[in-house]
């Protein structure tokens, strides 16, 4: 056989095999995901629309137990290291406060109130314990200048924790972590299309590796919870190769069609809605 049509197979073949590699998952199996395949889940908890039961408060967890739902809730670190359950990096739009999170000690946080209600910012043992077990939890890790640290307390938290519960971030570092010192634990990739990333001041290469979830390759990530629209050919690979398919935020159950699990707010779906086979 001529040598150059060799040379050409092989390069062929490599351009085949290359995307794989990168944008591959780490397949779960059914027990991992099966306590939220079909699932819906409550984003930030069971809130109002109008935050009279505030995003990420004790109440709105509470309530999603009472309705039966399984709840996503966020993770980050208060300055004197404590595992705090807040969304935002700073306190303004639900606190009113022009700080970071970060920037103050856990007794600072307990004299702010969430969205002008009685609610105070919550421990994540608070929430664990608020939640018992009763129904499924997402950990989103926020990402921050000590991500090693609350990579270690959250895991410290869950080990602790009898219900069932699974880990996300936007960050593929974190992700990464958790494959390397809990590969038990079901965990996923958040990602969004990069003009999204662009939005917020990454530059372009940065949000081209996020948002097509290029970074898989260190991750190896067991599902993509993606924003809702269209997706890259890097995280429809992810999909095709076996990645469950998360959907965030949804705000209608026509959601349910094209999702594996949907992350939802403002309407009160069905708590389950397709069986896992």
């Given at each position: 056989?001529?040598p150059?049509i ?10 085949l ?9 780490a ?16 984003h ?35 300055r ?54 009763k ?7 926020k ?6 640290e ?70 190896r ?12 050919l ?44």
């Open positions: 056989m001529n150059w060799i040379v050409l197979i092989v390069l062929a073949a490599l351009c095999l290359l995307p794989i590699f990168v944008f591959a998952p397949r779960p199996g059914k027990k991992k995901k099966a306590p939220f395949y079909g699932k819906n889940i409550a930030r908890g069971l809130y109002q629309k109008d935050q009279s039961i505030p995003e990420n408060s004790l109440p709105a967890f509470a309530r999603a137990v009472e309705n039966g739902y399984g709840m996503e809730l966020d993770v980050q670190l208060s004197d290291g404590l595992v705090v359950v807040f969304h935002d990096d700073t306190l303004e739009r639900v606190c009113g406060v022009a700080k970071r999170v970060d920037e103050l000690d856990y007794a600072e946080l307990q004299k702010l109130r969430l969205c002008g209600t009685g609610e105070k910012i919550p421990l994540f043992d608070e929430v664990l314990a608020t939640v018992s077990g129904t499924p939890i997402i950990v989103e890790l990402t921050g200048k000590r991500n090693k609350l990579c270690e307390k959250t895991l410290a938290a869950l080990r602790g924790y009898a219900g069932k519960y699974c880990v996300e971030s936007f960050d593929p570092t974190i992700v990464a972590w958790f494959r390397k010192h809990a590969p038990e634990i079901y965990r996923g990739q958040l990602a969004q299309p990069p003009k999204h990333y662009r939005k917020h001041g990454k530059s372009a290469l940065v949000s081209f590796l996020l948002g097509t979830c290029a970074l898989n390759v260190i991750a990530p067991n599902f993509i919870a993606y924003r809702i629209g269209r997706k890259t890097g995280v429809h690979l992810a999909e095709w190769m076996g990645a469950t398919r998360v959907a965030w935020t949804s705000r209608d159950a026509s959601t349910e069609k094209k999702f594996d699990v949907v992350i939802f707010e403002h309407y009160l779906p069905e708590t389950e809605y397709k069986k896992l086979k």
